[in-house]
């Protein structure tokens, strides 16, 4: 069970526990973690899931998928290099412990 | 709100996020908590996780104070009390009242189309039910070749089933997208091995010995056989309830740019709703993710104070194999359009209405398709004229426009 841990802007920790194969998206929604909406449901269609992978993990996070750098362009708050959109992150026993930050709004 | 769907949850969710502290419940017909729509027909037909589906968890309706009462039908809407009636006999009473009571599939004049065995795909129940059928069928016949049939047919195609699609009209998803995505959608169902036919207008269903449905009869007397009949004919709007009360209905719920009803205490969103919609020249039923949740975001504002007309540029997606349509704008009113291929397999058509841009359709191009929506934003638009001016580049303008504002 890969863990994830959400930081809001405020630095407020959550750890949930993730399904290896599920998006970082779809455990943040399941676990009700505040800070994603993911309108879209996933389908890379909103940019409502952006989050911000911390430095640590973005080597092993590999690379933003086909389009979704040209999604991000769209998102609400500033696009930095550890950008990501959490619904093309998936969980894998790599992942464990996998470190994300929260922006300050999606919409 | 009426409903307990894409819209009524948004709402609810919207309110709270502008502040709202007045109570808020969901009176929805279907059980269990809201859910999301497009999933059914793509990857939850592969998967059959439910608990992707949901929109939020139960924890989330506690925590924000919203009372949720699924399974239960809304048979009533009495005005002068300001208040609701549902099937189990309770009564609810409103401040303001929101139907969000979404569409239903349609029964378009087949013989049989009553028969057990003919499919449809709507709700979750539905996806269950298609997700049985599919595992034990060699074969699927689609009636219908618009999104929801397409979106199946690629997925059944590509779990190995020998498929299917009848479509009356003389094009894919006519009613929705220019001749030209038509046409690219074509070659690509046909490369994956399904077998489309159009101008295929379905008489009757046929049957097996056992009266279950088992195939199709077209006008001209062809028939197709297969294990699995899916009807997917598109959808009406749910309107009874507001018509029983008294409330304009013209093909979904009157509303103004407000998102009101002709009854200032009652508003309408989503797929039941026909709202005016920027020149368009008639209110215009939306069906989709995005017309749900802006209409609900609109509402939200006005209930808190905030009001603002609604004129949220409209955007929907569709993923059939390996293509992913994305649609921004109003492109149904189109008068002239024009394709061009940035590279070979990715696709953008643009759509005009009158020389100005009205929409953009876009095949695996989601930086166009997001460009198009900053761009169909502006006011004034966007001329033909000045698109062609500049190559074409709306990534390039959608920048320029960005950093003006900024
Ligand atoms: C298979 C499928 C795939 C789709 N794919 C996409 C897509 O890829 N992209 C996209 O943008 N859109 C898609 N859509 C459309 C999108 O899901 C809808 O536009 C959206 O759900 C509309 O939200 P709504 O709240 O208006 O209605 P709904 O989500 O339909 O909710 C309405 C609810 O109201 C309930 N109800 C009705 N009458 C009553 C009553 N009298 N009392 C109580 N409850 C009542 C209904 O049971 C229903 O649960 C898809 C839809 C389907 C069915
Ligand atoms: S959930 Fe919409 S882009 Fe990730």
Redesign the interface.
Known sequence: MPRVIFVTPDGTRTEVEGVAG?SVM?TA????IVGIVA???G???CATCHCYVEDAWSARIGQRSD?E???L??AACEVRDTSRLSCQITLSSDLDGLVVHLPDAQ? | MVGTGQGAFQLAASLRDEGFIGAITLIGEEPGLPY?R??LSKAYLDEGRD??L????E??YA?QDIALIPGERVVEIDRGAQRVVTRSGTRHTYDHLVLATGARNARPPIAGAEAPGVLGLRSLADARALRAAMATAQSALVIGGGFIGLEFAAVARAAGRVVTVLEAGPRLMARAVSAAVSARFLDLHLGMGTQIVLGAPVAAILTDGTGRAAGARLLDGTEHRADLVLLATGVRPNTELAEAAGLSVANGILTDVHLLTSDPAISALGDCAAVPQGDAAVPLRLES?QAA?DQA?AIARRLTGNPAPYTAVP?F?S?QGTA?L?IAGLTAGATETERIYPEPDRTVVFCYRMGHLAGVETI?A??DH?AA??LLALQPGITRAELAERGHDIRAMAKAAKEARS
């Open positions: 599920d779809a929604i399941a676990h009700d309108e879209c449901g389908s890379m269609m389009g750098e040209e999604m362009e769209s919409t | 999301q497009p999933p608990d992707r949901l929109l939020r968890p924890s989330f925590r993710v949740t975001r955007w997606w993923d992913k994305q695996n989601p930086g997001m929506r900053t």
